[in-house]
């Protein structure tokens, strides 16, 4: 069984963290906490990979995966967002990982 290290990443700034703080106070949401119903609307409600179409009752079930691997980045144009369901999104996650793990590149 491989094991997963935690993947390094850039910690936010005290001022950053104190900005989504306040933000989160005042109830607004942060200026890419819609991106999945951006991705929806821009995308449609088909899996990108498997081409399954979902329905009001399963919408839950399609998810969007950043190409990038960047929650946070969040271009209006969708360049880095695809709808996958939540099976091609696992399988997605999964082959980097067996790749990293293949080419010796595993953190």
């Known amino acids: 069984m491989v094991q997963r290290r935690p993947q390094s990443r850039k910690l936010p700034s005290p001022e950053e963290?104190?900005?989504?703080?306040?933000?989160?106070k005042s109830g607004n949401k942060p200026a890419n906490a819609n991106y999945r119903e951006q991705s929806l609307k821009l995308h449609g409600w088909i899996c990108a990979k498997c081409g399954r179409e979902?329905?009001?009752?399963?919408?839950?079930?399609?998810?969007?995966?950043?190409r990038d691997g960047n929650h946070h980045n969040n271009p209006p144009d969708g360049s880095n967002w695809e709808n996958l369901c939540v099976y091609c999104h696992d399988d997605e996650h999964s082959r980097l990982i067996l790749a990293e793990y293949l080419n010796g590149t595993t953190p």
């Open 17 to 24: 963290l104190r900005q989504l703080v306040n933000t989160l």
């Open 54 to 66: 979902f329905e009001r009752e399963n919408l839950q079930l399609l998810t969007v995966h950043h």
